[in-house]
């Protein structure tokens, strides 16, 4: 590929130190005129400098220093307008240890590095933020029962040690889905796929959430639900999670729907679940399977619709969030098919 080409900013130099190629990229950032660079001398083609305002050329010496050297590894310098850069070079050689003949810097914008190094800082301190909040509830009642375990009644030590069983409980939610997201961030995600039928999968996760109740609503079945593949304790995940945001955050559920239906040229089925709330605003329906995303008092984790997404992607379904008739949300989950073909042959 030609360096002019190249995604980041190339620099040529030959064995004089003189720039013999400086691409389009490297061109822009120093705000340069056609061929003005060509025969700059590679100090001032580089004019970046460290947090202490050494300058690249004379803390690398790229043309002295160690005869075996080939790379000069990549770091951070700084523009003369304050901007970072992440600056690496090739040394090439007339002959192995012998003199440097030309120089190739390469050079990019730091900014997305620095937003991802960002973004991971971020999710650090929610996670330890997360963490320690059952964290302290665990450690609480339990250090005030080990030393004054004489002091409180015997309700009083069930309600602390029911308290430590939920704290518990949680943070061991908490982590399975930190370890869940990681591996759908890398990809890792695996499936155990069966047959199963969504319209049955629905009345079970609703006769487990609403198992409180005198009375557990049932799915609503359009026409027939066909028997799609793919993993039952994975979809139970998807359809636990949803049907308790529309109960926790959208004011009770009014219905889950299951119908068949086809997507392009695959056949599928859809689960609609719709909520008696005030609906998701367009700008959020984006951003609400973002990591860490929250909304509104009692939000959990902000994980759990990161999960839903990454599950119903492995499973080659889709997941739309649209205003339900008569007001409140409906997410649309559907998944396809997905019948092995040695079923099929």
């Known amino acids: 590929m030609p360096f002019e ?3 980041d900013g190339i620099i ?19 705000r340069a005129v056609g061929d003005e660079m060509l025969g700059m001398h590679l100090r001032d083609a580089v004019p970046f400098d460290d947090l202490a305002g050494n300058s690249w050329f004379d803390s690398v010496q790229p043309y002295d220093g160690l005869a ?17 850069y992440l600056i690496t070079a090739s040394l090439v050689r007339e002959r192995p240890a012998g003199k440097v003949v030309k120089v190739i810097v390469s050079m990019r914008n730091a900014r997305v590095r620095l937003q991802r ?18 964290l302290t509830g665990i ?55 069966e047959p199963v ?37 994975r979809v139970t995940q998807v359809l636990t999670n949803l049907i308790e945001n529309a109960i926790r955050h959208g004011e009770g559920l009014r219905e889950v729907v299951v119908s068949s239906e086809k997507r392009g040229e695959l056949e599928g089925v859809a689960v609609r679940i719709v909520d008696n709330g005030q609906g998701i605003p367009e700008e959020s329906r984006v951003r609400i399977f973002s990591r860490f995303w929250r909304s509104g008092p009692g939000a959990g984790s902000g994980l759990g619709m990161f999960i839903v997404r990454g599950v119903v992607d492995q499973h080659g379904g889709s997941i739309v969030i649209e205003d339900a008739e008569g007001g409140g949300a409906s997410i649309c989950v559907w998944f396809p098919i997905n019948e092995p073909d040695t079923l099929t042959s």
């Not at 013999?20 to 950032?29: D, G, P």
């Not at 790379?71 to 307008?81: D, G, H, K, Q, T």
């Open 197 to 233: 039928r969504l319209d049955e999968l629905a009345d079970r996760v609703l006769g487990s959430v609403f198992s409180a109740s005198e009375t557990a609503p049932t799915a609503r079945v359009d026409g027939e639900a066909p028997v799609v593949w793919g993993d039952a304790d």
């Open 117 to 134: 190094d960002r973004e991971k800082s971020d999710m650090v301190a929610t996670v330890a933020h997360e963490l320690r909040s059952p």
């Open 12 to 30: 040529v130099a030959d064995a004089d130190a003189r720039v013999t190629l400086a691409n389009r990229w490297v061109r822009y950032w120093a």
């Open 139 to 193: 450690k609480g009642f339990s250090a005030t029962l080990l030393s004054r375990w004489d002091a409180f009644t015997e309700e009083q030590r069930l309600f602390m040690l029911q308290t430590i069983d939920a704290d518990a409980d949680r943070l061991s939610r908490l982590i399975t889905e930190l370890l869940d997201a990681a591996r759908i961030d890398a990809g890792r995600l695996s499936l155990r796929t």
């Open 68 to 84: 075996i050297r080939s790379r000069i590894s990549e770091s951070s310098w700084y523009s003369p307008r304050g901007s970072e």
């Open 5 to 7: 080409e190249f995604p």
